[in-house]
């Protein structure tokens, strides 16, 4: 009787957990919590940081929860190369870099780092524009684990230095930081200086160490890095602009849900558009932000402006004929500059 009594009970509980699983089991493996979207960039506290907050939010608005943002700025994840590479292999999955630093997957992506490409922001912002731009630079790396989702301005770029650069002689034979792009180490060289490529977390150390005597990059990192304590002398070259891509991983693309990836697809290219607006303030607060500071703001005589230009220009042109590949590209960007100038 007892062992009847037993088996009795045993197949109740059996029955009541096999219950429970067909009710509760399919929900939970439905639900296993929210896609994890990592965003990593090398600045902090200026509109390249704004964008990825505004798209983070977009997504997670948009997406109902279902993807969770975080935000990695000022290189958290690591070097500029490592967040590359990371988000090549999956392990992050927006990168929010300029494309110049992309050049060791295709050296075609440098071409918008050229010197003279365009004279002011509102160029720019319709330079990202143009169809034919969008379609080349981010269908760069298509085959290296990236998906170009979005394409933006950064900033024009400016020159900071320990001592004043003020004419074109004051050039010669400074070692200056710039951006990962032959397009800017030839067109320094041209002016007599030595361009040194190095990655935005190294920069500030090695201009106060003496390792550099300034950098190439936007008012807005000098401004939010708080360079004034180590270079005060801002020159105001507005060359070559400072654009940004917005990368995912494709191998996380990929792997979203089609409804997911229409999302993160739209709010990327939307908040592209919108963060104009912002950096257009951001670049007048940041001017005004380093005189505030104690810093000084130069320009070039208009002699001295015209025939940097000149120079920058012609070494553009040089290092585009080096190859057939960055040649077209090259074609490509400063026809569309033209048509929107």
């Given at each position: 009787?007892?062992?009847?009594?037993?088996?009795?009970?045993?197949?109740?509980?059996?029955?009541?957990?096999?219950?429970?699983?067909?009710?509760?089991?399919?929900?939970?493996?439905?639900?296993?919590?929210?896609?994890?979207?990592?965003?990593?960039?090398?600045?902090?506290?200026?509109?390249?940081?704004?964008?990825?907050?505004?798209?983070?939010?977009?997504?997670?608005?948009?997406?109902?929860?279902?993807?969770?943002?975080?935000?990695?700025?000022?290189?958290?994840?690591?070097?500029?190369?490592?967040?590359?590479?990371?988000?090549?292999?999956?392990?992050?999955?927006?990168?929010?870099?300029?494309?110049?630093?992309?050049?060791?997957?295709?050296?075609?992506?440098?071409?918008?780092?050229?010197?003279?490409?365009?004279?002011?922001?509102?160029?720019?912002?319709?330079?990202?524009?143009?169809?034919?731009?969008?379609?080349?630079?981010?269908?760069?790396?298509?085959?290296?684990?990236?998906?170009?989702?979005?394409?933006?301005?950064?900033?024009?770029?400016?020159?900071?230095?320990?001592?004043?650069?003020?004419?074109?002689?004051?050039?010669?034979?400074?070692?200056?930081?710039?951006?990962?792009?032959?397009?800017?180490?030839?067109?320094?060289?041209?002016?007599?200086?030595?361009?040194?490529?190095?990655?935005?977390?190294?920069?500030?150390?090695?201009?106060?160490?003496?390792?550099?005597?300034?950098?190439?990059?936007?008012?807005?990192?000098?401004?939010?890095?708080?360079?004034?304590?180590?270079?005060?002398?801002?020159?105001?070259?507005?060359?070559?602009?400072?654009?940004?891509?917005?990368?995912?991983?494709?191998?996380?693309h990929d792997s979203l849900p089609a409804d997911l990836?229409?999302?993160?697809?739209?709010?990327?290219?939307?908040?592209s558009v919108t963060i104009n607006a912002v950096t257009?303030?951001?670049?007048?607060?940041?001017?005004?932000?380093?005189?505030?500071?104690?810093?000084?703001?130069?320009?070039?005589?208009?002699?001295?402006?015209?025939?940097?230009?000149?120079?920058?220009?012609?070494?553009?042109?040089?290092?585009?004929?080096?190859?057939?590949?960055?040649?077209?590209?090259?074609?490509?960007?400063?026809?569309?500059?033209k048509r929107v100038k």
């Open positions: 009787m007892n062992l009847v009594k037993v088996g009795l009970r045993a197949a109740v509980a059996a029955a009541v957990v096999f219950s429970y699983a067909a009710i509760h089991g399919p929900a939970r493996a439905a639900d296993p919590g929210p896609i994890v979207m990592k965003i990593t960039l090398p600045t902090i506290n200026e509109n390249t940081h704004q964008y990825a907050k505004n798209f983070a939010a977009a997504v997670e608005k948009d997406s109902g929860g279902r993807i969770k943002p975080e935000i990695y700025p000022a290189s958290q994840l690591g070097s500029i190369p490592r967040q590359i590479e990371g988000t090549q292999f999956g392990s992050i999955q927006v990168a929010v870099i300029p494309p110049e630093f992309f050049v060791g997957i295709d050296p075609r992506f440098e071409v918008m780092a050229a010197p003279g490409l365009v004279g002011s922001l509102p160029q720019a912002e319709r330079l990202t524009a143009d169809p034919e731009v969008k379609k080349l630079i981010l269908g760069l790396g298509a085959n290296k684990g990236l998906y170009g989702a979005a394409l933006f301005v950064g900033n024009p770029s400016f020159l900071v230095s320990k001592m004043p650069v003020r004419t074109l002689a004051d050039f010669k034979g400074k070692k200056l930081r710039v951006l990962a792009s032959e397009f800017q180490i030839k067109a320094l060289e041209r002016l007599g200086a030595t361009a040194v490529a190095m990655s935005l977390g190294d920069v500030l150390p090695a201009i106060q160490q003496g390792a550099i005597d300034g950098a190439v990059s936007a008012i807005t990192v000098f401004t939010s890095m708080q360079y004034e304590d180590a270079a005060k002398y801002v020159t105001r070259t507005g060359q070559p602009t400072i654009f940004i891509a917005v990368e995912f991983s494709r191998k996380w990836r229409k999302i993160v697809d739209e709010d990327a290219a939307r908040e257009e303030q951001y670049f007048a607060n940041g001017q005004k932000q380093w005189t505030e500071k104690g810093g000084e703001l130069i320009d070039l005589s208009p002699d001295d402006q015209a025939a940097m230009m000149e120079s920058m220009a012609s070494a553009a042109d040089e290092v585009a004929k080096k190859n057939p590949d960055v040649a077209a590209a090259y074609q490509i960007v400063t026809a569309a500059a």
